[in-house]
């Protein structure tokens, strides 16, 4: 069993930075790989970033590129999501995820333990 905490959702203007930690336990945190996803009200979950069990591969949504940084502490088994230039489309609830083997994927059904959510909200 796994469970992982987000933490450090927000409030923040447009233009504004927010940083989310995912605190892992209960596994071997630094053997597997990490995702966060999003929900926006109304929408599908979607794809945000995840990373590989090293941390040396990481993939982007397109949406996001160039704007959020995804990182992991092994030593800390956490991950982060550091997110700048938020924009309004950016709002929805952000969730880490634990995949069960090293290789990262951008497919949510494939990542086997799931944080509860925390809310990130960009005012225009």
């Known amino acids: 069993q796994v469970q992982l905490v987000e933490s450090g959702g927000g409030l923040v203007q447009a233009g504004g930075s927010l940083r989310l930690s995912c605190a892992a336990s209960?596994?071997?945190?630094?053997?597997?790989?990490m995702g966060w996803f999003r929900q926006a009200p109304g929408k599908e979950r979607e794809f945000v970033v995840a990373?590989?069990?090293?941390?040396?591969?990481?993939r982007y949504a397109e949406s996001v590129k160039g704007r959020f940084t995804i990182s992991r502490d092994n030593a800390k088994n956490t991950v982060y999501l550091q997110m700048n230039s938020l924009k309004p489309e950016d709002t929805a609830v952000y969730y880490c995820?634990?995949?069960?083997?090293?290789?990262?994927?951008?497919?949510?059904?494939?990542?086997?333990?799931w944080g509860q959510g925390t809310q990130v909200t960009v005012s225009s």
């Open positions: 995820a634990s995949k069960g083997t090293p290789d990262l994927t951008v497919v949510a059904g494939r990542y086997d333990y």
């Open positions: 209960g596994r071997t945190f630094s053997s597997y790989a």
């Open positions: 990373i590989s069990w090293s941390g040396g591969s990481t």
